[in-house]
């Protein structure tokens, strides 16, 4: 059972003034996609918690996370 989600601020001052669009990218270059992941319920929590400590969303942790997976001198 998944517990409740932890709640979540943007920064203060972060983004103020700026409307959200849809289809439009916010705080990368690009739009996010919809990703579905089935996790056992320690995980689950482990992100939730990881995520609260960093007061940023579990989405903006796993981007961070596989964005931090990307060696800057590889080429593909």
Known sequence: MIEK???YKMPKGYRKGKA???GAPILYE???GK???TLTPT???N???A???EH?????LIERWARSLICPETTI
């Open 43 to 45: 995980a689950i929590k």
């Open 20 to 22: 959200r669009r849809r």
């Open 30 to 32: 690009e739009v996010k």
């Open 51 to 53: 995520a609260a400590e």
């Open 5 to 7: 989600k932890a709640n």
């Open 47 to 49: 992100i939730t918690e």
């Open 35 to 37: 990703l579905n992941l």
């Open 56 to 60: 940023i969303s579990r989405s903006e």
